[in-house]
Protein backbone atom coordinates (compact mmCIF):
# COMPACT_ATOMS: atom_id res chain seq x y z
CA UNK A 1 0.00 0.00 0.00
CA UNK A 2 1.17 3.48 -0.63
CA UNK A 3 1.74 6.19 1.95
CA UNK A 4 -1.52 7.46 0.79
CA UNK A 5 -3.32 5.00 1.71
CA UNK A 6 -6.52 4.95 4.07
CA UNK A 7 -4.42 1.95 6.24
CA UNK A 8 -1.25 4.46 6.13
CA UNK A 9 -3.54 7.38 7.30
CA UNK A 10 -4.60 5.06 10.47
CA UNK A 11 -1.06 4.20 11.52
CA UNK A 12 -0.27 8.12 11.39
CA UNK A 13 -3.54 10.48 12.49
CA UNK A 14 -1.39 12.99 12.56
CA UNK A 15 0.21 13.34 9.24
CA UNK A 16 -3.50 12.93 7.27
CA UNK A 17 -6.19 13.94 9.72
CA UNK A 18 -7.01 17.30 9.73
CA UNK A 19 -8.34 17.30 13.18
CA UNK A 20 -4.88 16.12 14.38
CA UNK A 21 -3.16 18.82 11.64
CA UNK A 22 -4.22 22.09 10.85
CA UNK A 23 -5.20 22.71 7.26
CA UNK A 24 -3.85 25.61 5.28
CA UNK A 25 -5.15 28.84 6.22
CA UNK A 26 -7.38 29.94 2.73
CA UNK A 27 -7.74 33.69 3.58
CA UNK A 28 -3.53 33.59 2.47
CA UNK A 29 -4.39 32.92 -1.04
CA UNK A 30 -7.34 35.84 -1.21
CA UNK A 31 -9.08 37.26 1.72
CA UNK A 32 -12.71 37.23 -0.12
CA UNK A 33 -12.65 33.62 0.45
CA UNK A 34 -13.55 33.54 4.17
CA UNK A 35 -16.27 36.22 3.61
CA UNK A 36 -17.51 34.01 0.64
CA UNK A 37 -17.28 30.80 2.77
CA UNK A 38 -19.29 31.92 5.96
CA UNK A 39 -16.64 30.19 7.78
CA UNK A 40 -12.83 30.33 9.05
CA UNK A 41 -11.40 28.69 6.14
CA UNK A 42 -9.79 26.19 8.14
CA UNK A 43 -12.07 22.92 7.29
CA UNK A 44 -11.51 21.22 4.70
CA UNK A 45 -14.97 21.12 3.96
CA UNK A 46 -15.00 24.61 3.27
CA UNK A 47 -12.38 23.81 0.71
CA UNK A 48 -14.42 22.84 -2.28
CA UNK A 49 -17.72 25.36 -2.45
CA UNK A 50 -15.39 28.40 -1.80
CA UNK A 51 -12.98 27.20 -5.03
CA UNK A 52 -15.92 26.82 -6.70
CA UNK A 53 -17.20 29.91 -6.27
CA UNK A 54 -14.53 31.70 -6.84
CA UNK A 55 -13.81 29.60 -10.11
CA UNK A 56 -17.09 30.33 -11.72
CA UNK A 57 -16.99 33.77 -10.48
CA UNK A 58 -13.54 35.13 -11.65
CA UNK A 59 -12.88 33.24 -14.85
CA UNK A 60 -9.58 31.74 -15.65
CA UNK A 61 -7.19 33.46 -13.80
CA UNK A 62 -8.39 31.59 -10.93
CA UNK A 63 -8.37 28.23 -12.51
CA UNK A 64 -4.63 28.19 -11.68
CA UNK A 65 -5.69 28.52 -7.91
CA UNK A 66 -8.36 25.87 -7.77
CA UNK A 67 -6.28 23.78 -10.05
CA UNK A 68 -4.32 22.46 -7.43
CA UNK A 69 -6.75 22.27 -4.13
CA UNK A 70 -9.58 20.29 -6.58
CA UNK A 71 -7.61 18.28 -7.17
CA UNK A 72 -6.00 18.08 -3.58
CA UNK A 73 -9.60 17.79 -2.25
CA UNK A 74 -10.01 14.00 -4.16
CA UNK A 75 -6.93 12.91 -2.97
CA UNK A 76 -7.87 13.93 1.07
CA UNK A 77 -11.81 11.96 0.54
CA UNK A 78 -10.67 8.53 1.21
CA UNK A 79 -8.01 9.15 3.87
CA UNK A 80 -11.10 11.96 5.80
CA UNK A 81 -13.28 8.40 5.89
CA UNK A 82 -10.81 6.75 7.04
CA UNK A 83 -9.95 8.98 10.20
CA UNK A 84 -13.68 8.87 11.27
CA UNK A 85 -14.66 7.61 14.38
CA UNK A 86 -15.26 3.72 14.44
CA UNK A 87 -19.11 3.32 14.74
CA UNK A 88 -20.81 3.09 18.45
CA UNK A 89 -22.78 0.31 18.42
CA UNK A 90 -23.31 0.14 22.29
CA UNK A 91 -26.46 2.21 21.99
CA UNK A 92 -28.14 -0.56 19.57
CA UNK A 93 -26.85 -3.04 22.58
CA UNK A 94 -29.50 -1.24 24.76
CA UNK A 95 -32.25 -2.09 22.71
CA UNK A 96 -34.77 -4.19 23.75
CA UNK A 97 -34.59 -7.69 21.34
CA UNK A 98 -37.98 -8.18 20.28
CA UNK A 99 -39.93 -10.95 22.03
CA UNK A 100 -38.37 -10.39 25.67
CA UNK A 101 -40.48 -9.65 28.78
CA UNK A 102 -39.62 -6.13 29.33
CA UNK A 103 -39.93 -5.27 33.18
CA UNK A 104 -43.92 -4.60 34.43
CA UNK A 105 -44.88 -6.05 30.91
CA UNK A 106 -47.94 -8.17 30.60
CA UNK A 107 -45.48 -11.06 29.73
CA UNK A 108 -43.88 -10.50 33.36
CA UNK A 109 -46.98 -10.32 35.08
CA UNK A 110 -48.63 -13.34 37.39
CA UNK A 111 -51.19 -15.26 35.80
CA UNK A 112 -53.97 -15.51 38.10
CA UNK A 113 -56.26 -18.30 37.74
CA UNK A 114 -59.17 -19.71 39.34
CA UNK A 115 -59.22 -23.54 39.29
CA UNK A 116 -62.22 -25.97 39.99
CA UNK A 117 -62.74 -29.51 39.84
CA UNK A 118 -65.44 -31.43 39.68
CA UNK A 119 -66.02 -34.96 40.73
CA UNK A 120 -68.88 -37.65 40.52
CA UNK A 121 -68.54 -40.59 42.93
CA UNK A 122 -70.67 -43.54 42.92
CA UNK A 123 -71.43 -44.73 46.80
CA UNK A 124 -73.65 -47.75 47.89
CA UNK A 125 -77.24 -45.72 48.05
CA UNK A 126 -77.27 -46.83 52.20
CA UNK A 127 -73.93 -45.45 52.94
CA UNK A 128 -74.14 -42.21 50.68
CA UNK A 129 -74.54 -39.80 53.88
CA UNK A 130 -71.86 -41.59 55.68
CA UNK A 131 -69.37 -41.04 53.21
CA UNK A 132 -70.39 -37.41 52.65
CA UNK A 133 -69.79 -37.19 56.25
CA UNK A 134 -66.38 -38.63 56.23
CA UNK A 135 -65.47 -36.01 53.25
CA UNK A 136 -66.52 -33.39 55.32
CA UNK A 137 -64.38 -34.16 58.35
CA UNK A 138 -61.33 -34.83 56.02
CA UNK A 139 -61.90 -31.36 54.57
CA UNK A 140 -61.95 -30.24 57.82
CA UNK A 141 -58.75 -31.70 58.46
CA UNK A 142 -56.91 -29.98 55.98
CA UNK A 143 -58.17 -26.66 56.93
CA UNK A 144 -60.18 -26.74 53.37
CA UNK A 145 -63.83 -24.57 54.03
CA UNK A 146 -67.36 -25.64 53.88
CA UNK A 147 -69.17 -24.01 51.12
CA UNK A 148 -72.49 -25.46 50.46
CA UNK A 149 -73.63 -29.38 51.33
CA UNK A 150 -77.05 -31.16 50.58
CA UNK A 151 -78.36 -34.80 50.38
CA UNK A 152 -81.74 -36.26 47.91
CA UNK A 153 -83.97 -38.70 49.33
CA UNK A 154 -86.38 -38.43 47.25
CA UNK A 155 -86.01 -41.10 44.93
CA UNK A 156 -86.48 -44.18 46.94
CA UNK A 157 -83.54 -46.67 46.61
CA UNK A 158 -80.78 -44.37 45.40
CA UNK A 159 -79.99 -41.52 47.76
CA UNK A 160 -78.12 -38.77 46.51
CA UNK A 161 -75.60 -35.70 47.65
CA UNK A 162 -73.95 -32.63 46.73
CA UNK A 163 -70.70 -30.74 48.10
CA UNK A 164 -68.82 -27.77 47.49
CA UNK A 165 -65.49 -26.93 49.11
CA UNK A 166 -62.13 -24.76 48.74
CA UNK A 167 -59.30 -26.08 49.72
CA UNK A 168 -55.61 -24.81 49.68
CA UNK A 169 -53.72 -25.88 46.61
CA UNK A 170 -50.75 -27.98 48.94
CA UNK A 171 -53.55 -30.09 50.26
CA UNK A 172 -55.92 -31.06 47.48
CA UNK A 173 -53.58 -34.13 46.45
CA UNK A 174 -54.53 -35.59 50.20
CA UNK A 175 -58.08 -35.10 49.70
CA UNK A 176 -58.53 -36.01 46.14
CA UNK A 177 -56.96 -39.34 47.13
CA UNK A 178 -59.70 -39.17 50.51
CA UNK A 179 -62.39 -38.86 47.61
CA UNK A 180 -60.95 -42.07 45.77
CA UNK A 181 -60.93 -44.40 48.91
CA UNK A 182 -63.42 -47.69 49.26
CA UNK A 183 -66.57 -47.32 49.03
CA UNK A 184 -66.40 -44.32 46.58
CA UNK A 185 -66.09 -45.08 42.96
CA UNK A 186 -64.99 -41.94 40.93
CA UNK A 187 -66.72 -41.64 37.28
CA UNK A 188 -66.44 -38.69 36.49
CA UNK A 189 -63.76 -35.78 36.85
CA UNK A 190 -63.70 -32.80 35.04
CA UNK A 191 -61.31 -29.49 35.76
CA UNK A 192 -61.60 -26.26 34.40
CA UNK A 193 -60.15 -22.76 34.93
CA UNK A 194 -60.58 -18.91 34.82
CA UNK A 195 -58.34 -16.31 34.43
CA UNK A 196 -58.95 -13.58 36.82
CA UNK A 197 -55.86 -11.31 36.30
CA UNK A 198 -57.19 -8.87 34.38
CA UNK A 199 -59.79 -8.11 37.59
CA UNK A 200 -57.45 -8.63 40.24
CA UNK A 201 -55.06 -5.93 38.06
CA UNK A 202 -57.87 -3.74 37.89
CA UNK A 203 -59.17 -3.72 41.36
CA UNK A 204 -55.66 -3.60 42.58
CA UNK A 205 -55.04 -0.19 40.26
CA UNK A 206 -58.40 1.18 41.10
CA UNK A 207 -58.08 0.64 44.97
CA UNK A 208 -54.26 2.61 44.64
CA UNK A 209 -55.82 5.48 42.58
CA UNK A 210 -58.22 5.85 45.83
CA UNK A 211 -55.80 5.38 48.46
CA UNK A 212 -54.02 8.18 46.86
CA UNK A 213 -57.11 10.45 47.11
CA UNK A 214 -58.14 9.28 50.55
CA UNK A 215 -54.28 10.57 51.52
CA UNK A 216 -54.90 13.85 49.72
CA UNK A 217 -58.15 14.69 51.26
CA UNK A 218 -57.10 14.15 54.91
CA UNK A 219 -53.94 16.08 54.21
CA UNK A 220 -56.27 18.81 53.39
CA UNK A 221 -58.41 18.31 56.01
CA UNK A 222 -55.30 18.22 58.33
CA UNK A 223 -54.05 21.38 57.19
CA UNK A 224 -53.78 24.51 59.40
CA UNK A 225 -54.94 27.22 56.94
CA UNK A 226 -58.15 28.62 57.42
CA UNK A 227 -61.37 27.15 55.68
CA UNK A 228 -64.81 27.78 55.85
CA UNK A 229 -68.04 25.28 56.61
CA UNK A 230 -68.62 24.28 53.64
CA UNK A 231 -65.25 23.43 52.46
CA UNK A 232 -64.83 21.12 55.79
CA UNK A 233 -68.17 19.73 54.65
CA UNK A 234 -67.24 19.15 50.91
CA UNK A 235 -63.87 17.68 51.87
CA UNK A 236 -65.31 15.16 54.47
CA UNK A 237 -67.87 14.08 52.67
CA UNK A 238 -65.43 13.14 49.67
CA UNK A 239 -62.94 11.40 52.15
CA UNK A 240 -66.12 9.10 53.16
CA UNK A 241 -67.02 8.35 50.26
CA UNK A 242 -63.20 7.62 49.11
CA UNK A 243 -63.13 5.60 52.15
CA UNK A 244 -66.35 3.50 51.39
CA UNK A 245 -64.91 2.91 47.88
CA UNK A 246 -61.65 1.45 49.31
CA UNK A 247 -63.27 -0.64 51.75
CA UNK A 248 -65.57 -1.76 48.86
CA UNK A 249 -62.65 -2.44 46.31
CA UNK A 250 -60.95 -4.29 48.81
CA UNK A 251 -63.21 -6.80 49.47
CA UNK A 252 -63.78 -7.46 45.67
CA UNK A 253 -59.90 -7.79 45.77
CA UNK A 254 -59.74 -9.69 47.88
CA UNK A 255 -62.55 -12.21 46.82
CA UNK A 256 -60.91 -12.58 43.62
CA UNK A 257 -57.57 -13.77 45.57
CA UNK A 258 -59.17 -16.24 47.59
CA UNK A 259 -60.47 -17.90 44.12
CA UNK A 260 -57.39 -17.59 42.91
CA UNK A 261 -55.22 -19.03 45.99
CA UNK A 262 -57.74 -21.81 46.60
CA UNK A 263 -59.09 -24.87 44.69
CA UNK A 264 -63.26 -25.49 44.34
CA UNK A 265 -64.21 -28.75 44.46
CA UNK A 266 -67.55 -29.58 43.71
CA UNK A 267 -68.87 -32.88 44.95
CA UNK A 268 -72.16 -35.15 43.54
CA UNK A 269 -72.48 -38.81 44.99
CA UNK A 270 -74.91 -40.94 43.12
CA UNK A 271 -76.28 -43.38 45.74
CA UNK A 272 -76.09 -47.25 43.70
CA UNK A 273 -78.69 -49.42 44.07
CA UNK A 274 -77.77 -53.02 46.03
CA UNK A 275 -77.83 -55.40 43.24
CA UNK A 276 -77.80 -59.26 43.66
CA UNK A 277 -76.37 -61.67 40.97
CA UNK A 278 -76.10 -58.30 38.68
CA UNK A 279 -79.71 -57.43 38.50
CA UNK A 280 -80.49 -54.10 39.76
CA UNK A 281 -83.97 -54.75 42.28
CA UNK A 282 -84.58 -51.44 43.06
CA UNK A 283 -87.95 -50.73 41.57
CA UNK A 284 -89.45 -54.29 42.12
CA UNK A 285 -88.31 -52.80 46.05
CA UNK A 286 -90.15 -49.77 45.46
CA UNK A 287 -93.08 -51.46 43.99
CA UNK A 288 -93.68 -53.20 47.19
CA UNK A 289 -93.23 -50.41 49.26
CA UNK A 290 -95.87 -48.38 47.20
CA UNK A 291 -98.62 -51.05 47.15
CA UNK A 292 -100.71 -48.95 50.21
CA UNK A 293 -100.04 -45.88 48.25
CA UNK A 294 -101.02 -47.61 45.02
CA UNK A 295 -104.42 -49.00 46.13
CA UNK A 296 -105.18 -45.33 47.87
CA UNK A 297 -104.39 -43.91 44.10
CA UNK A 298 -106.91 -46.46 42.75
CA UNK A 299 -109.82 -45.31 45.04
CA UNK A 300 -108.63 -41.69 45.05
CA UNK A 301 -109.38 -42.22 41.26
CA UNK A 302 -112.95 -44.17 41.41
CA UNK A 303 -114.13 -41.31 43.42
CA UNK A 304 -113.14 -38.60 41.33
CA UNK A 305 -115.15 -40.67 38.24
CA UNK A 306 -118.32 -41.27 40.31
CA UNK A 307 -118.34 -37.62 41.38
CA UNK A 308 -117.97 -36.77 37.76
CA UNK A 309 -120.61 -39.09 36.19
CA UNK A 310 -123.11 -38.56 38.81
CA UNK A 311 -124.83 -35.06 37.56
CA UNK A 312 -124.54 -37.05 34.31
CA UNK A 313 -127.23 -39.98 35.20
CA UNK A 314 -130.94 -38.17 34.82
CA UNK A 315 -129.56 -37.30 31.23
CA UNK A 316 -128.30 -40.51 30.39
CA UNK A 317 -131.34 -42.68 31.86
CA UNK A 318 -133.69 -40.37 28.85
CA UNK A 319 -131.52 -40.79 26.76
CA UNK A 320 -131.85 -44.73 27.28
CA UNK A 321 -135.96 -44.60 27.91
CA UNK A 322 -136.29 -42.58 24.33
CA UNK A 323 -134.38 -44.83 22.43
CA UNK A 324 -136.15 -48.24 23.46
CA UNK A 325 -139.55 -46.55 23.00
CA UNK A 326 -138.44 -45.53 19.28
CA UNK A 327 -137.24 -48.78 18.78
CA UNK A 328 -140.84 -50.56 19.58
CA UNK A 329 -142.50 -48.69 17.84
CA UNK A 330 -140.13 -49.34 14.86
CA UNK A 331 -140.66 -53.04 15.05
CA UNK A 332 -144.88 -52.96 15.41
CA UNK A 333 -144.59 -50.94 12.21
CA UNK A 334 -142.55 -53.57 10.30
CA UNK A 335 -144.94 -56.50 11.47
CA UNK A 336 -147.18 -57.57 8.68
CA UNK A 337 -151.11 -56.87 9.21
Request: a positive charge.
Amino acid sequence: MGNGSPDAAKRNPGRFCPAARPFPDLASLHPDYVLASGNDGHHPAAMFPIYFWNRTTWGGDMMRVTGRPLGAMVLLLPLLAACAPAPNNSAQSDLPVAGAALPGSAQAARQSLAITHRYTLRVPSAETEAVQQKHLAECVRLGCSVLSTSIDRANEGRIGARTSVRIKPESFDAFAAALAAPPAQIIIHAQSAEDMTAPIVDAERRLEAKTVLRDRLTAMLRDQTVKTAADLITIERELAQAQSEIEAITAQRDSLRTRTDTIRIDISYVGAARQIGGADLSPIYQASNAINQTAVNSVSWLIWFIAAAVPWLPVIAVVWWGTRRLMRRWRVRKLPG
